[in-house]
């Protein structure tokens, strides 16, 4: 193989672990979303919508105030 097919090579792998990796990270977190809410739901809090929308709002805000700082 040359250099050149080496890199392409690499530059492959690389995405396709990447996105693997990416997928896997964002079920946990649709699992543990899941999870929480239903405990609340359980322990007979009253969520509403807007609220959890809110929130989320809120923490990408966050993630993307954390990110500007980096």
Excluded: P, W
Aim: charged share 25%.
């Amino acid at each position: 193989m040359t250099f050149v097919q080496i890199v392409i090579a690499f530059l492959i792998v690389y995405i396709c672990v990447y996105a693997l990796i990416n997928r896997v990270c964002q079920c946990i977190e649709h699992c543990a979303t899941a999870k929480a809410y239903s405990k609340f739901r359980e322990s007979g809090m009253q969520l509403k919508m807007d609220d959890i929308e809110a929130g989320i709002q809120k923490a990408n805000k966050e993630k993307e105030h954390v990110k500007e700082i980096i």
